[in-house]
């Protein structure tokens, strides 16, 4: 046991743990996040996904040791209110059923709109394979990362009080 | 296997579970706050915060509301994915006039209230069509009590008050009491019988795409499943169990186990499952990662009772072997004997189906916690709360009062979940160790441990009239049994209507119809899988008709419309399907599309697979086209949701790993080897529902699986020329 010390989600957490914990069992069991999920242990059904430093990980297979002093996000992380344009997508397009694997879906999206703010159909196939739902939620997926794509990359609507720019 | 006849109970059998489903809980309660809902610490870990109802009144078992006017819906059937976490209250919701973003949703816990056995669970596709008019009434007859309430405030005929809003009005005053104000009052009158129902034409909510209260709770990681339950001082267990299954514990040590950090103990469990009995050890520790590295230096020694030499390989061959035997007669009707060998055209045809895994994205878990009182409280993703508060008490020897049972959100059920064997180790363990305990299966646990769907071969035979008419159809199942290897109870002697289902039920007119069931034992267990047989042998049944349309020569669609001449469901839902399809409008060269449709307990649908010709010389699923016939429908979208979902899982199961066996044990383990489909695979999917009213309601959650395989190999066949005979086939390899 070793003191190792986590940012997530901008919270420092300094927990007495074995630094060969899977960072998912750190932010599950010890921190009290269950909004990742366990589902198959060795990075292959997506459902730990979180973020270090902005890049997706699957956390069932990253010890705790290597995220300690880089910035972690969870599900719980990504908006105050639930409101990211990603979450309300997944909303409007009503995506999940049972909803595990869909806090790993949300955090590989996540990703891929933040390297490719307009990805195409093979784009999202690229980033979102390594994420399984078995509900077969994938074409709601899809067209909720198109749908969050055009929220995220428009430009944002002027308050109607505000005075029009460059208008002839 | 030795185990105590006492607790050799039955699986409920898919018949009594039938007839339960559809009669959820009829018994009305009164009077105020029912506290054995209340103040439960599942309250910290509801979907929706807030519960807290002490002075909720009680207006059925279903409905409590309190002063403050907040109203609780109770849900008696699991939410697992297929949307019944909206659909089940909006029924009570739309005869309570409330909207269901006012209301609170709570799962029941197999409280005898709300029905016996099956009742409380979800499977057969049964929330719905099992429960649209008794949840309608619950809530009829509470709005009815409400309004009997207002009137006899104001001292006026019940007549001139009606409901809106969660408020009574007095229409010729305009005087207005609310719920919250009328609750007391109201939960004191008698529960009317038959309240009168709305016009559906007046429904707000029924019929609509009402978007889904839990889904909000599931993109921020607020919903809580039974994983992400949590009491304190928990202990966390992971089983060690054998991988062959039917083995014996002889010994085990634990002293390296129990040098691993967090790790408190290591003790014998029994896995319970129908007539099965498996042992293991538990080794419990403060958190699960210690639980599993303790479990790693665990040494344990089996005696694998020469169950280590089963393998799939010479297990399918001895169904093959059982192509010529007579087996057990199913459905008979006309001479198909005499026709057969008479007819001018005869075919002749094999097919087979593999054993799956359910694999829910969540792993198999359960929180118990056994209190000195004999009295026990767990936290469970389950189909049915009902199912385990029966079992816990039937393995525990207590009461089912003594039960108490929290429904979490599931993490996909698919079937798997109406086995309750890890709620029963989580609370045998409880017991054993004094502490509540939650046990979490690995997905190695859940992938090679079963229960799995079973394997079904089938034999066919078939014969055209010298006009190229099918005459004569015969359809003989050969696989193990579900209910042989769970109940010890199981009579060889008789048809199996769950290994024949729907193969006597499809409306085709063909005079001469047989269908016969050849049994063959097997050691593993078995158990429901979405849509049950119907999901593998609908793939021989569906596949042989083309293979007779071919020989006959005739279109694949006009030949099963020439089959559906009588005004039936499924006539309409295949010329609606032809029509939504364009199956008469021309494919380009190196695509080709096939039809397949399935009728039985759960519903009925048919489908229209597109594919094509890929680049590395594989097929490509471009579309499927689904029509599902429902009579009513309660939320479209949510329909949808279920038949892309089975689509997903259907192609899953006919085009990737299934489950086999080499020396006892599971070939695959986890998810690189018991491959599941993924986005780049999904094919684009156009639902149809067909809802024109009718007495009958027909299933959502399964009908929409038994087609996708049958004519996904049609259309390979339209597009190659080559049949597919033995799933799983890969695409890549036609």
């Known amino acids: ?168 | 296997m030795s185990h105590n006849p006492k607790q050799s109970e039955l699986t409920p059998s898919r018949r009594a579970f039938l007839k339960a489903a559809g009669l959820t809980g009829a018994t009305f309660a009164l009077g105020l706050s029912g506290t054995d809902l209340l103040a439960s610490p599942v309250h910290n870990l509801s979907a929706q915060p807030g519960l807290a109802q002490a002075e909720a009144a009680e207006l059925t078992p279903y409905v409590l509301i309190d002063k403050s006017g907040q109203i609780t819906l109770m849900n008696p059937r699991p939410e697992i994915g297929q949307g019944t976490y909206q659909s089940v209250p909006a029924l009570i919701a739309e005869e309570l006039e409330v909207s269901l973003d006012k209301v609170i949703i709570r799962q029941t816990g197999g409280e005898k209230k709300y029905g016996g056995m099956w009742s409380q669970a979800v499977g057969g596709s049964g929330s719905i069509r099992g429960g649209y008019t008794q949840m309608r009434k619950v809530g009829a007859s509470a709005r009815e009590m409400l309004i009997k309430a207002a009137s006899g405030q104001w001292n006026v005929p019940v007549e001139e008050c009606y409901a809106e809003n969660a408020t009574v009005i007095h229409k010729p005053s305009g005087k207005k009491l609310t719920y919250g104000q009328l609750a007391e009052t109201a939960a004191k009158l008698p529960v009317p019988k038959e309240p009168k129902l709305k016009d559906p034409k007046q429904f707000t909510m029924l019929g609509k795409s009402i978007p889904r209260p839990d889904v909000p709770t599931k993109v921020n990681g607020q919903a809580k499943f039974g994983m992400d339950a949590k009491v304190a001082g928990m202990l966390y267990a992971s089983i060690e169990r054998c991988p062959v299954l039917g083995s014996k514990l002889v010994s085990f040590d634990a002293a390296q186990a129990l040098k691993v950090k967090g790790v408190q103990k290591a003790v014998k469990v029994e896995r319970v499952m129908g007539k099965n009995r498996y042992e293991g050890v538990a080794i419990l520790a403060d958190n699960y990662w210690a639980a599993l590295q303790g479990r790693k230096a665990l040494k344990v020694q089996w005696d694998h009772q020469h169950h280590d030499t089963f393998n799939s390989v010479d297990y399918e061959k001895s169904l093959r072997n059982l192509e010529k035997a007579d087996g057990v007669v199913g459905h008979n009707a006309g001479d198909f004997d005499k026709t057969f060998a008479e007819a001018p055209t005869k075919l002749e045809a094999f097919y087979e189906t593999p054993m799956v895994s359910h694999s829910p994205m969540e792993p198999m878990n359960a929180l118990a916690h056994y209190q000195p009182d004999d009295k026990i409280e767990l936290w469970v993703s389950t189909q049915g709360g009902d199912l385990v508060k029966d079992e816990v008490a039937k393995v525990l020897k207590v009461s089912p009062d003594n039960v108490t049972v929290h429904v979490m959100f599931n993490g996909g059920g698919f079937g798997r979940r109406l086995t309750q064997d890890f709620a029963t180790e989580a609370a045998l363990l409880s017991k054993t160790v004094g502490k509540p305990v939650k046990v979490v299966w690995t997905r190695e646990d859940d992938t090679s441990l079963g229960p799995f769907r079973p394997l079904t071969f089938s034999a066919m035979r078939g014969a055209l009239s010298a006009d190229g008419k099918a005459v004569a159809f015969q359809h003989k199942v050969i696989s193990p049994s579900i209910d042989a290897t769970m109940s010890d109870k199981y009579d060889k002697t008789k048809p199996d209507g769950t290994m024949l289902e729907g193969t006597g039920e499809q409306k085709y007119e063909i005079p001469n119809l047989s269908t016969r069931y050849v049994h063959s034992d097997i050691h593993i267990p078995l158990t429901y899988w979405r849509s049950v047989t119907s999901s593998t042998v609908a793939f021989a049944h569906e596949c042989f008709l083309d293979e007779m349309a071919h020989k006959a020569g005739k279109d694949p669609m006009a030949f099963r419309l020439s089959l559906l001449t009588k005004d039936t469901d499924a006539r309409r839902m295949m010329t609606k399907l032809k029509e939504v399809s364009g199956w008469d409008k021309p494919l380009p060269a190196g695509k080709g599309r096939g039809v397949a449709q399935w009728e039985f307990f759960a519903g009925l649908a048919g489908q229209v697979v597109e594919v094509s010709k890929n680049k590395s010389g594989g097929i490509t699923v471009d579309k499927v086209y689904c029509v599902i016939d429902l009579g009513t429908v309660v939320n479209p979208d949510t329909v949808k949701a279920q038949v892309e979902g089975a689509i997903a899982m259907a192609l899953t199961a006919a085009t990737k790993d299934g489950i086999t066996f080499a020396n006892g044990r599971t070939v695959q383990t986890n998810f690189d080897a018991n491959r599941m489909l993924r986005i780049q695979e999904m094919p684009e999917v156009e639902v149809h529902i067909l809802a024109e009213g009718g007495p009958t309601i027909k299933g959502v959650g399964e009908p929409g699986l038994p087609p996708l395989a049958p004519a996904l190999a049609n259309a390979v066949f339209a597009a190659t020329g080559k049949r597919v005979r033995k799933l799983p086939f890969d695409l890549e390899k036609v």
């Open chain 1, 1 to 168: 046991m070793a003191a190792v010390k986590l940012t997530i989600n901008n919270q420092v957490h300094t927990l007495d743990i074995d630094p060969q914990m899977p960072l998912l069992w750190a932010i599950r069991d010890v921190v009290g996040l269950t909004g990742t999920k366990f589902g198959c242990g060795i990075a292959q059904c997506g459902a730990c996904t979180v973020h270090l430093d902005g890049n997706p990980i699957r956390s069932c297979s990253f010890p705790v040791s290597a995220a300690a002093g880089h910035k972690i996000t969870t599900i719980e992380g990504i908006s105050k209110n639930g409101d990211h344009p990603i979450q309300k997508a997944w909303i409007e397009h009503q995506v999940p059923q049972c909803g595990y694997c869909q806090s790993g879906q949300i955090m590989s999206a996540l990703a891929l709109l933040k390297q490719t703010p307009k990805p195409t159909d093979a784009d999202i196939d690229a980033a979102m394979q390594g994420n399984i739902c078995r509900c077969g939620t994938y074409n709601r997926i899809r067209q909720a990362i198109h749908t969050a794509s055009t929220e995220m990359t428009s430009a944002p609507k002027l308050p109607k009080s505000a005075p029009k720019i460059g208008e002839r």
